[in-house]
């Protein structure tokens, strides 16, 4: 039961609603082959985009290529199926789409509503309904009127009740929308959808108007609204607010500075909304700066990917190959990886750049003008894209030549994260037999790339609450305090969507047919044909407003009339381009409101004191002066908050050692995610924890037989069959373990959607190899490394047996003593626990796995690290010893690279610095006093701005897990 179109209710069909990308694929897919059939040229990519649009239109009104075909009988003139331009052309388009979408496994949402509808009325089941009537009733908005969509409501008796709210009444008074000038949108719908309530009894479906519509002190001036300035008193103009600001960059400074100013007067931010025409571009802005505040952000929906690197990257290089373009190349190889390869590719950028003329002459020139150190990096790698212009190839061809180049290039940091899309791209084009030129298949990547996103960003559950204009039509049901930014021309109103394929005539013929068609009792007689038309500005009747402008008007009134406190409006003058400085009509309609400024007495917050340069107050200056100094003593009175911290002095609130290295690199950090409830946690991190733990369970299971035998290897090897096991025998091994267990293992992750399990089971994948060759390097260790040796001042003895202790063996809370006599309780989970035994000699020894590469587990043992911020196995060596007894070694090993494994234990002086250490991290925190530690981890905090000391840093550090 994949998809799910409403709340409580199932599509009886197990297929995943198809991914943006995969159809616009499928789209391309299709007309290459209808062209060919044809013996025309190929559509251009604009054009196919257009189609695909007037597809989506068509499925969203329930128009299946069926009934389109009937309409012809009703008047619809189709016209013939090869001219590009006729009807008749975008219905077989429209049918061979539907067909590649089922062949590949998906469902398209809309044509299966209206099909799963039409099985209910035939006495079939074509849903799932799991709601009660005690859930209440289902409500539903404007984006629930598209016709699919209203049909499957209505065919759902058994849900309970759906309730519509809208502003419906006309005339005076709150309810009313624009006095006595209803919307055409709403005059279209609304007597439509209450007729079809009354004829077909349907008692589940209720209309309303939305709670709190209108109750807020200017609720009465909505009346007048459009209708010229809005009336309203001294006081209420002081809450009622607009200004327009002379730069996009001072309206984001002023979002910062209202927000701030209302939380400061005591708005929880789950009570503020901020409305802007595009989240996804202004979510990433604002997130940091309002962390900086203190204040959370809720979330804000991802970028196109071809705003993205590694992607964006990948369409600068391969566009510029294709035109020979020396700027745009350079774009495309400004990589940020500090490596050798790194600097030589942004040397060869930077020659580009300045380059004037186009043409292969130039472009090598450029390559062999470069100092021999960087021309070594780069020639390889410019001989691989030079023959990428000249192939012709199928699409599976193509998918392996980007691959190829994220490799080659090092476009980004972690190269894992590309192949989720790679693997997304590679189900349809599997299946495309087609042979594309490079300017060929640089279409179909792009439109892939504008659907695709990056990963839905999720701050907090709850928080400032950002949304776009479409939300407005049926999500947002109100707030307290609301911020509007940009209310241009063009904006908000929206200009209209351009449906090249699908104009008002078109629109007007399709509508016509189909009153025609349901005079004449055929077609889906069930559903009234009013509801099913397009909804159009009726220009038979004089009314030239586009359906855009009413679904944006309604959305504008719902946000003034369910505002119940305070509302701001903040727009940046219009200037782009020659663009005269305007603002749109709803700019106009708050005419008459009072006049918004920051408040000129303080700085609400500080991207204001910084971008402004004001004198900072005598307690930033001593907060300030603390953190340069770096001295705890110094740290000011009034940053000080004693006891909030009891973790660790009894055995019901033991201490993990994760949350002591926390500690030791920043003690800021852990009170905002422990006290604060910040999160500071990146887009990736959740990955790579996710693929760690994965790797942790194969680990565990590959081992999980031979625990407690006497010794381990021996038992692996016989229940292996072999004595000299193979890297490909052990590869195998380890894919049938993760074929049995994968999925269960992905059930007991968070929160995982299809995206991110694909990109999980791609990234194991690649780990498989590595880890056959790690387990079969750790099977042949015959003797500890020489680094525990010299640890446990051992010569060369008799032969060593290896017995497995614990997997994934739990520590449970134990008493620690500290230097100063009080005493810290301490849990843990050890990845593998050994003991080696040769005749009278014997050691424990501590295996922990990290994902991570050797030069992150290197710097683990730089400045003191085993005993600063890198503590966890030489604790749980501590704790092991007094438990057992017996000498302890500890190991950290990379999954990702081959085995080597790194040192971690320390002798008895070593120890006394950790215990001292944290005891003295312990007193810190117990006294209130959580200084900030800046250090590489800035770079990957988003909580990083509000400790008051950001760090430049050249390279991130390596995530782990």
Known sequence: MAFAPFDGVLLDDPRDPIPGAVAMALHHQVERALAAKDKRSVMKSQALRDRAAACQALLDQGLLPEQLSALSKHGLALGSPKDPRSLASLVRHLSAYLEAVNEQGYLEPAEALWRAAAAEQSGQRGFWVERHLEDGPLDAGLNDLKPARLRALCSLPGLGSVRFRFATRRGAGCAGLF??????????????????????????????????????????????????????DEETRSLLQRAQLPTEAALWRGAIEQVS??????????????????????????????????????????????????????????????????????????????????????????????????????LQQAVESLPSADQRWVQERWNFLWTMRGKQQSLTQWLGDLEA?????????????????????????SRDAASLTLAEFLEDFRDSLEVMRTPTVHLQSAGVQLLGFGALESNWMGSRTTLLMDLGEGVWPAAPAALPELDVAR????????????????????????????????????????KAFHRDAYGFNRVLALTGERLVALSAQRDAEGQKRSQGPFW??????????????????????????????????????????????????????PGLWDRGRSMESPLAPTLLEGLARCPFRVFAQKHLKLDAWEEGDAHILNLGTLAHRLMETMLAGSQGAGHWPKVFLEQLGTDTPTTAELLACLQRQWRAHGEPWFGELESLNTVERERLRLAVGELL???????????????????????????????????????????????LVLP?????????????????????????RIIDYKTSRYGSLKAYREEGGLVGAHLQLPLYQVLLEQEFQSPVTALLVSLKEPWKPQPMMLKREDQARLLANISALLQRAEAGDFPATPGDHCSTCSLAALCGRPVDIDVPEEAEA
């Open 588 to 641: 106009q309609a708050l005419e008459g409101a009072g006049t918004w400024v920051p408040d000129p007495q303080r700085a609400a917050s500080r991207l204001r004191w910084r971008w402004e340069a004001a004198e900072p107050d005598a307690f930033t200056r001593e907060r300030q002066a603390a953190l340069a100094t770096g001295n705890p003593a110094a740290t000011p009175t009034l940053d000080l908050m």
């Open 507 to 546: 629109q007007i013929a399709l509508n016509r047919a189909l009153r025609a068609q349901h005079a004449a009792g055929e077609g889906a007689i069930d559903f009234p044909a009013r509801l099913q038309t397009f909804i159009l500005p009726q220009a038979e009747e004089g009314e030239v407003l586009p």
């Open 769 to 815: 190899p590595g880890l056959a060759e790690i387990i079969a390097d750790d099977l042949a260790q015959e003797s500890p490394t020489k680094e525990e040796m010299e640890f446990l001042e051992m010569t060369e003895g008799p032969a060593w047996r290896r017995e497995l202790v614990g997997l994934e063996r739990k520590l449970e809370p134990r008493s």
């Open 820 to 844: 100063d006599g009080t005493a810290v309780w301490v849990h843990g989970t050890v990845d593998r626990l050994e003991r080696w035994v040769s005749g009278d000699r014997r050691f424990l």
């Open 405 to 429: 180049l994220i490799l080659r290039l090092e476009l980004c940091e972690d190269t894992s994260a590309a192949y989720p899309v790679l693997g997304l791209l590679g189900e349809p084009w």
């Open 179 to 232: 006095s006595d000038r209803e919307p055409h949108l709403v005059r279209q719908l609304l007597p439509a959808l209450e007729a079809l309530a009354v004829d077909r009894a349907l008692d589940h479906l209720e209309l309303e108007a939305p709670e709190g519509w209108g109750e807020n002190p200017w609720g009465a001036a909505l009346d007048g609204l459009f209708e010229g300035p809005l009336g309203l």
């Open 261 to 362: 100013a209302w939380t400061d007067a005591g708005i929880a931010p789950s009570d503020i909304t901020l409305i802007h025409p595009d989240p996804a571009r202004i979510g990433p802005l604002l997130a940091p700066w309002l962390a900086a505040e203190g204040i959370p952000l809720r979330g804000y929906p991802g970028r196109p990917l071809k705003d993205a690197a590694p992607w964006g990257l990948l369409l600068n290089l391969l566009e510029g190959l294709r035109d020979l373009d020396p700027p745009v190349l350079a774009a495309g190889l400004a990589t940020g990886i500090s490596t050798p390869l790194g600097r030589g590719l942004r040397a060869f950028a930077a020659r580009l750049d300045r380059m004037d003329q186009i043409g292969e002459g130039v």
